[in-house]
């Protein structure tokens, strides 16, 4: 039994249409990243442009992929057995490749983990499942509150109808969303913004 609120509360979120994310948040290109058997993704910084990077662990090996750009940094498809998935490393990390070379990179999906939740102004995402396995990625600019109709202060960004959710979340920068299934990445950027703008 669910209660009457909790069946409002799930009427909302199965009547919200999927739609683009507000200003400033932009969809990457390329970034909706078909990449088949996708375990878990992990953010960095490019050391030498500052940009985010989404490094990706999947069964077809690592991929590095530049967040603003959604251009494909590095590629390994034959990593170390040892090291291949992030359940072999207490941090849930894999090995850096590229740019990220002999630098670990938490990663979050399968095997636990996961990603900022907000950013440091106040950007939230949510997870819903109002008809699981069925994931919902829902983008907020109230705290997460979800007030009000989506397109409001709340955003039905992603649904997860055709494969499972991995993992969603922002950049520790703040300046990246992705949402990461078992087949595909999707990545939105926004550009650079200071607390207090």
């Known amino acids: 039994m669910i209660t009457e609120y909790q069946q409002r509360l799930r009427e909302r979120y199965l009547t919200a249409p999927v739609m683009p994310a507000p200003a400033p948040w932009r969809p ?4 909706g990243i078909a990449v088949g058997g996708l375990l878990g993704i ?12 989404v490094m990706v662990v999947s069964g077809g090996g690592h ?16 990593p170390d057995p040892a090291t291949s998935t992030p359940d072999a490393h207490p941090d849930l990390a894999c090995p850096g490749l590229g740019p990220l070379a002999g630098s670990p990179v ?6 636990g983990g996961g990603l900022h939740a907000t950013t440091p102004d106040g950007w939230t995402l949510d997870v819903v499942s109002p008809d699981w396995p069925h994931d919902r990625v829902v983008l907020s600019a109230d705290g997460g509150a979800h ?6 202060t709340w955003w039905h960004v992603f649904h997860s109808r055709y494969s499972e959710l991995r993992a969603a979340g922002f950049s520790p ?14 990545l939105w950027a926004r550009p650079e913004f200071h607390v207090g703008d």
């Open 63 to 78: 991929g590095l992929f530049d967040a603003v750009t959604g251009e494909r940094t590095a590629r390994d498809r034959d």
């Open 106 to 111: 938490r990663i979050a999906g399968l095997f």
């Open 42 to 53: 992990g953010f960095a910084v490019h050391p030498d442009t500052g940009h985010d990077l």
């Open 147 to 152: 007030r009000g109709p989506a397109g409001g």
């Open 173 to 186: 920068s703040g300046r990246t969303l992705a949402v990461a299934t078992s087949s595909d990445l999707t």
């Open 28 to 31: 990457v290109p390329d970034g």
